[in-house]
C-alpha cells in the first residue's frame, strides 16, 4: 500500500515536472512570436493615422488638437504619455490620456462630451479616432521613463481610490484585479498575468500598453485593457474615462514609475 | 480610400531590404457579423513593388494573408537615393500606391 502510495506520488511528481516544462516552451514560442512581429508591428498605421488626425482641423470650431495640454505644456506630444494622470487646473480633475484628449477635443475642437467619448474602441471595419490619438501620443513616448507626480491632493486622492478598487473583491466570482495579479506565476490559460504589486511587473506590463492585438487586429489602449479586466471579473461595465478609470490607471501608472515606456507593443 | 502604406527601404549588405505594413482588413468571406450574415470577401489580390521603374516584385495574395499585411523582401540592383513604389489592388478594385527612398 505504501509503495503504491509512493509510485502514485512520484508519477504525479512527474506529471507536474512534464507540465511545467511545456509551458515554460509555450511562453518562450509566444515570446519568440511577439518578437518575430515586432519588426511589422501594425500598431504604425494606428501613429500614423494618429498624427494625422491630431493636425487635422476637425469638430464644430474647426480646429486641430495641436494646442492640447497633455501635462507637459499646450502642444508638447513628446514625452507627454509619462506623466500621465496628472491634475489639470483647468478642468479641476485628474485626467489620463484618454480623458485629457476627450478635454481637449470639448475645449479645443467644440465637440460635446457625448460626442467626443462616442467611439472610445474600434472595431474590424469600424476605424475611431481616439485608439489612433492615443497610440500616435503614446509612441512619443517609447523609451522614456515613466514618471508620474501624483503630488497633488487630487492626485493622492486618485491614487488610493485606484488602490482601494484594485483590492476590492465582489462580483459572482468575487474576484478582485489582485485575485489575478497579485501573485507570482498566475495565468489564463497560456498566457502568464503581471503581478502588479511587484514594482519591475508593474514596469513591464503599463510600459506595453497600448498594444495592437494581433488577434483582434486593433490597437487598443489602456483604458480598453481596465475595460475588458472588469468584463473578465464580471463587473459591472466599466465607463469609458470615468472616475474609477481613472483612478485605477493613476494607481498603476505611479506603481510603473522608472520603468521604461516601450509602447505601442504588440500582443498575440 | 485606404489608409496610407508604412514602407522602409535600406540597404542590407548589396541589396535593398524594403518593409511594408498595409493597412487592410483582409476580409475571407468565410466569417459571419453578428447577426449570422456571412462578411463578403475583401482581400489584396495583387501587389507590385517598382525599383525606378522596374519591377522587381509582383504577387499574387489571397484571403489567407492577414489582415494589416506585414512584407519584407530583398532585390539586388538599387542603391541609396533610390525610389521603391510600391502598388496594391484589392478584390473590389480599389487601389493604394505609395513611395519610399532607399536610406
Known amino acids: 500500500m505504501n509503495a503504491w502510495k509512493l509510485a502514485a506520488g512520484a508519477a504525479a511528481m512527474a506529471a507536474v515536472s512534464i507540465a511545467g516544462a511545456q509551458q515554460r516552451t509555450a511562453v518562450e514560442e509566444i515570446e519568440r512570436y511577439r518578437a518575430a512581429l515586432g519588426d511589422g508591428n501594425p500598431a504604425e498605421l494606428w501613429e500614423a493615422r494618429g498624427e494625422g488626425l491630431w493636425k487635422e482641423k476637425r469638430g464644430p470650431k474647426n480646429a486641430s488638437l495641436e494646442k492640447c495640454d497633455l501635462g507637459r505644456g499646450p502642444g508638447v506630444v513628446k514625452g507627454a504619455y509619462t506623466v500621465l494622470p496628472k491634475y489639470f487646473a483647468d ?178 | 480610400m485606404a489608409d496610407p502604406m508604412k514602407i522602409r527601404a535600406a540597404m542590407a549588405g548589396d541589396k535593398v531590404e524594403v518593409k511594408v505594413l498595409m493597412s487592410h482588413e483582409m476580409e475571407t468571406g468565410q466569417r459571419k457579423d453578428s447577426k449570422g450574415a456571412t462578411i463578403p470577401a475583401w482581400f489584396i489580390q495583387n501587389v507590385t513593388a517598382t525599383h525606378n521603374g522596374k519591377t522587381v516584385l509582383s504577387a499574387e495574395w489571397g484571403p489567407a494573408v492577414s489582415k494589416n499585411p506585414f512584407l519584407s523582401f530583398r532585390f539586388a540592383g538599387g542603391k541609396p537615393g533610390d525610389k521603391v513604389v510600391i502598388t496594391w489592388t484589392d478584390n473590389k478594385g480599389d487601389k493604394r500606391t505609395d513611395e519610399a527612398t532607399v536610406a
Open chain 1, 91 to 268: 478642468s479641476d480633475k485628474v485626467e489620463d490620456l484618454e480623458s485629457r484628449l476627450v478635454t481637449c477635443m470639448v475645449t479645443l475642437q467644440g465637440f460635446t462630451r457625448e460626442q467626443a467619448k462616442k467611439d472610445p474602441f474600434g472595431d474590424p471595419g469600424k476605424k475611431v479616432a481616439m485608439d489612433a490619438l492615443v497610440a500616435y501620443v503614446t509612441s512619443e513616448s517609447r523609451g522614456m521613463k515613466m514618471n508620474v507626480a501624483a503630488t497633488h491632493p487630487k492626485e493622492q486622492e486618485a491614487y488610493e481610490v485606484g488602490q482601494k478598487i484594485f483590492y476590492f473583491r465582489g462580483g459572482p466570482h468575487d474576484f478582485s484585479c489582485a485575485t489575478c495579479h497579485g501573485a507570482d506565476n498566475q495565468r489564463i490559460r497560456l498566457q502568464d498575468l503581471p503581478n502588479l504589486t511587484k514594482t519591475s511587473d508593474a514596469q513591464k506590463a503599463y510600459g506595453s500598453w497600448p498594444a495592437y492585438r494581433v488577434s483582434q487586429g486593433e490597437v487598443r489602449s489602456m483604458q480598453w485593457r481596465l475595460y475588458d479586466c472588469f468584463r473578465q471579473q464580471r463587473f459591472p461595465e466599466l465607463d469609458f474615462v470615468s472616475d474609477a478609470s481613472i483612478a485605477l490607471t493613476m494607481f498603476l501608472a505611479k506603481n510603473a514609475n522608472g520603468g521604461v515606456f516601450d509602447a505601442p507593443s504588440i500582443k498575440r
